[in-house]
């Protein structure tokens, strides 16, 4: 057992010390003037309106804040466990890092080529024409509302559990969860309509706060927890929950993905933020990449940690004592007050930051969209306010943030954790059929693509099919249908625990599918140009007209 905390520890330094490469690659790139990103951004049809004032390393730490370790990782933790056991944790996360990891080399070459807010959804306009950047942009713009909500209900989880442990007795039931996500997602939208500096002020803390909060659980869970759970357990025993018979482990396995590919959502900030980034042709591809990487080392030493001191499967897996989030049970029961009290602290401050990156990057997406005359009342979610921000754009992803979740208030009690299961699993699909459809269109539009400065070159093809069929096996994966138990194929239905993402996916689908024949085709022309000419170089008038 000690070389196993040694070797754990010494895992642990390696991985900061890679992680620190990465984000000093991003402090000592160079960094053009600003006018030569306006510039670039001219060429792509649009003049500077949004304030660039982001570093690269801000860029990286807005993505590394919204896929969050610490909350994905931690709040959806059951998920994956009840679906395969302690094997999706040891198996499951290093399966997803490495194929998200594809996904995200195929963006970042695209964003790399076009660094505009507007992100996925002008890439496919770009190369696909109209129609694929409309049902691209509204896929994203779904998945954007929904992982708002999944971070922020996942946020509320833990905050209540603290407000709990240092004395402020709220309750834990959903009615309390649900009151205290109501106020993080008012707190997230005033802290965003202040303005962008403190966003990257914010974000950038955030990107400390979750590596150091990263070493405190593993070293308190290695070094503090009661009883530690062997190798043997961790890596081979199984749950199958899938009710298919033969194979139902593998399936169970499978299912249970969705915890690490949840997690490794949002990435696409970076593209996002890039008509506030410096240098954004090269930054934003370099923050999806150093984020995928950074996350998915820092992320499996988290897992592992939690993992190895689970007290007891049965009961960590039984809601009548989990309260339907093992996490919790996991930290309450293997250590002392104070230090799982620590770290639910540490874990809640994260997903705070967390959620508050969302809403930032969902609302230039849904600005950039909106600019572009795709989304009713367009010239409203368009607006900037004094200080370069888009306020009525940050209400409208908080609002329908809100929205999403109050079934968890409607269904029983016992199954509010179904109603957030199910929204990370909107969150999951939108987004990442989002990332698909560009991805797609490269491969067969590639003649059309212009490459940025970073770019795949011939190894294009081989990453943007890998990528794409994976996006295909999760998308499938995660709209199964549920019994009352939660579990797929059985014979039991009922409304109270139905996975509603497909019901939500098809009804997106049918209705923005519905809205462009009947309407859209008409007037949606995809990115409208607010420039006429590309200024040439050195003209400083043009950029700033």
């Known amino acids: 057992m000690r070389l196993t905390r040694v070797y754990s520890t010494l895992i642990f330094w390696q991985t900061l010390c890679e992680g620190s490469v ?3 690659e991003l402090y000592m790139s160079e960094q053009p003037s ?68 594809f996904v995200g080399m195929a963006m970042a070459e695209l964003a790399s080529a076009y660094p505009t807010s507007g992100g996925l959804y002008w890439w496919a306009s770009q190369l696909g024409g109209p129609v694929w950047g409309w049902f691209t942009g509204w896929f994203n713009l779904i998945g954007q509302i ?20 240092i004395g402020i007795e709220i309750g834990t039931d959903r009615t309390a969860i649900f009151l205290v996500f109501t106020v993080i997602l008012v707190l997230h939208a005033v802290l965003n309509a202040i303005g962008p500096h403190l966003s990257a002020v914010i974000n950038n803390i955030s990107a400390w706060w979750h590596v150091g909060g990263v070493a405190i659980f593993v070293l308190v869970l290695a070094f503090g ?35 690490a590919q949840y997690t490794f959502t949002g990435y696409d900030a970076s593209a996002h933020m890039s008509e506030e980034t410096h240098d954004a042709s090269r930054m ?9 990487v950074v996350s998915a080392i820092a992320g499996y030493l988290l897992i592992m940690a939690v993992t190895f001191a689970i007290p007891n499967l049965d009961d960590a897996l039984d ?17 002392s007050s104070f230090w799982s009290g620590l ?23 849904l600005f950039a969209f909106a600019r572009d005359g795709a989304v009713p009342g367009s010239a409203l979610w368009s607006k900037l306010s004094a200080r370069k921000v888009p306020v009525n754009a940050v209400l409208f992803i908080s609002v329908f943030a809100f929205v999403l979740l109050i079934p968890s208030m409607l269904v029983p009690a016992e199954n ?11 969150a999951t699909i939108g987004l990442y059929i989002a990332y698909g459809i560009p991805i797609l269109l490269r491969q067969v539009h590639g003649s059309r693509f212009r490459t940025g400065p970073w770019q795949l070159g011939r190894w294009y093809r081989p990453i943007g099919i890998v990528a794409l069929a994976w996006i295909a096996l999760i998308s499938l994966l995660f709209i199964l249908p549920m019994d009352d138990r939660g579990y797929p194929w059985h014979s039991d239905f009922t409304w109270n625990t139905v996975n509603y993402a497909p019901i939500a996916l098809l009804g997106v689908v049918g209705a923005i599918g519905i809205w462009w024949v009947l309407s859209a085709r008409t007037w949606f022309t995809g990115p409208r140009r607010t420039v006429e000419d590309a200024p040439e170089a050195g003209d400083e008038t043009a950029v700033n007209a």
């Not at 922020?152 to 709990?164: E, H, M, P, R």
């Not at 179904?418 to 929204?423: G, L």
Request: net charge negative.
């Open 284 to 292: 934003a591809a370099k923050g999806i990449i150093n984020t995928i």
């Open 343 to 365: 770290l639910l602290i540490i874990a809640a401050i994260a997903q705070l930051f967390c959620g508050y990156a969302s809403v930032t990057s969902a609302s230039r997406m």
């Open 416 to 426: 509010a954790p179904t109603a957030y299961a199910a929204a990370t699993s909107v």
């Open 319 to 335: 809601p009548t004592k989990n309260s339907g989030y093992p996490v919790i049970y996991i930290l309450e029961n293997s250590l």
């Open 225 to 259: 927890a009661e009883n530690h759970q062997s190798v043997d357990f961790v890596f081979t025993e199984t749950i199958d929950n899938s009710g298919v018979g033969f194979g139902g482990v593998a399936f169970s396995f499978l299912l249970g993905l969705l915890h």
């Open 146 to 165: 929904a992982v708002t909500a999944a971070i922020d209900y996942g946020a509320a989880i833990f905050t209540t559990a603290v407000l709990n442990v």
């Open 22 to 24: 990465y984000i000093r």
């Open 34 to 101: 600003p006018s030569d990103d306006e510039r670039r951004l001219a060429e792509l049809g649009y003049k500077q309106e949004l304030a660039r004032s982001w570093s690269g390393f801000s860029n990286f730490a807005i993505s590394f804040t919204i896929v969050s370790i610490l909350t994905g990782g931690l709040a959806s933790y059951g998920i994956g466990l009840a679906n395969g056991g302690p094997i999706t944790m040891a198996w499951g996360w290093p399966l997803v890092s490495i194929m998200v990891l």
